[in-house]
DNA sequence: GTCTATATGTAGATAGAC
DNA sequence: GTCTATCTACATATAGAC
């Protein structure tokens, strides 16, 4: 992934009002497209075709199909880590810090905003993309990995008596869990019949994590 | 998916031993390049390269491109099931049935199978694959689905109190999950430190998927 | 910055000799 | 059944006019 580990902005002079405008819209095109075709099934075109752009456009502003799939991972991780670690925040100074408030710092801000706004759901099936496939390890690691720290340190003040790697590997199965939830709800339902609130799926997935990090034999270290 | 639900075989002569061993190779090889570059990213010339086999006999016997892969999925999906399903009657017959049993009976046949063969370990990644992508819902649905039932059925006796939507929703989670440990397991490592062995990691999924199982959960005014 | 036209490569698929 | 040669389509990318 040596593309993926250049600069995304070499400095220039500042873009117009306009040609943000039409990054955007390069951007935007391009977070469906992946999101629905994944990198290699995706195509210039078809993102052109989206953004109702030229094919000369997607390439001036995306910088090549890696760079621009770089560029879209990137847009709006930024935000997403702040949401998360605004609410690690909040719920530390909330009261009483537990697995689940922390599980629900991590995963609901990120699950809210799917709610209002099909463009995040979209991205959300984009970082599944990003997690799934290990050509784009490099990505996830600069786009979501240091996120994820402040979320372990916090589990592992609650969980003192677990190993770092027993930590490790159900924080991974929480969030490959969390993925699921956000873009296989379809799949729940099939195999459950009809589907429950998308708001009673998620309280599943905290609970069901939570319960799998602390388990009834060992003890809580709060109340919520 | 048109093309994925027709019949693999249109039967015609038996075909010779030379035949068989040849569809084999093409097989493997399908098997090995999907696994590691994904449907889209997999071209067949690259499998052909693989199999030591020139272009056409490719397309001759995988029927084109969707075929093929639809063909790779199947081929092992029979054997697993059957691991799965000899798992859990054992595990009927051999004492009480726990939670803990059930999902032993469904990860481990496949767990340990990807620990003695290669081949298997990329058969979960396309499992992987396939999972993920909502293209190949269908082939999913074919090949893994009917599995699951018995192990729902025998979840849903061991948790008479869940919703069947919230039994469905964390057998998600757990199936995500254990796919994750699969094949993200250098993911894990890089997240908690030097890694613990692989026999360790399906203890701890086992754990974490159990626990988060039972405990207090969802339920439904009238849902048995 | 934007758009048109085009260069260059490679994809999936097949026809027909062996 | 196997392999060669080839068809057609479309991919990424760029050069250069506006």
Redesign the interface.
């Known amino acids: 992934m040596t593309l993926s580990e250049l600069p995304l902005q070499t400095r220039k002079r500042a873009p117009s009002k306009r040609a943000l405008a039409t990054k955007a819209r390069v951007l935007d095109a391009a977070e469906t497209v992946f999101a629905a ?5 995706a195509t210039i075109r078809d993102i052109a075709a989206h953004a109702g752009e030229p094919v000369g456009t997607i390439h001036h502003h995306g910088g090549g199909k890696e760079r621009l799939f770089h560029q879209t991972v990137a847009r709006r991780a930024a935000t997403l880590s702040e949401l998360r670690l605004t609410a690690l925040e909040a719920a530390k100074e909330g009261g009483v810090l537990t697995v689940e408030t922390v599980l629900t710092a991590f995963f609901k801000p990120f699950f809210d905003v799917t709610q209002d706004d099909p463009s995040w759901r979209n991205y959300a099936r984009l970082v ?1 993309h990003v997690s ?2 290990v050509r784009w ?1 490099d990505i996830a ?1 600069e786009c979501f ?1 240091p996120t ?1 720290e402040p979320f ?1 340190d916090a589990l592992t003040k609650l969980l003192p008596n677990q ?15 969390f ?3 956000l ?2 709800r ?11 609130s998308e708001a ?2 998620l ?3 905290i ?3 939570s ?6 034999t060992r003890q809580r270290p709060g109340v919520t």
Chains 1, 2 share one sequence.
């Open positions: 075709k994944g990198f290699d099934g599944a799934t496939d390890a690691k990995d994820l372990m190993s770092r790697q027993n930590l490790a590997a159900t924080v991974v199965f929480s969030v490959s869990a993925l699921a939830l873009t296989s379809d799949r729940i339902g099939a195999i459950g019949g009809t589907g429950a009673e799926e309280q599943d997935l609970r069901f994590c319960q799998g990090m602390t388990g009834p």
